[in-house]
């Protein structure tokens, strides 16, 4: 057995206003918080997202999840 700590990385993701609702971002960046530590910065034109201590093993798809949530928030938000 190994003592040795899991393998973590970081993963961004930029979001364009014109786009995606940044409300609709945080939420869904909310939703996404068991799986790494989200940190939220809204910018003029984007809304970029960073997750810290992102399992290896799902680093490479919590970027794509990651966006087809935030455009489903902001398809909902829209509609209302």
């Known amino acids: ?5 899991a ?14 609702d940044p409300a609709s971002v945080r939420v869904a960046a909310g939703r996404f918080g ?3 530590t989200p940190a939220v910065e809204e910018r003029d034109a984007d809304v970029l997202v960073s997750f810290t201590d ?3 093993a799902l ?10 949530h935030a455009l489903f928030e902001t398809i909902v938000a829209r509609r209302r």
């Open 1 to 5: 057995m190994s003592d040795a700590p």
């Open 7 to 20: 393998a973590t990385r970081t993963v961004t993701v930029r979001f364009h206003r014109s786009l995606y």
């Open 34 to 36: 068991r799986f790494g």
């Open 59 to 68: 680093a490479g798809r919590l970027g794509d999840e990651l966006g087809n």
């Open 54 to 56: 992102v399992p290896e």
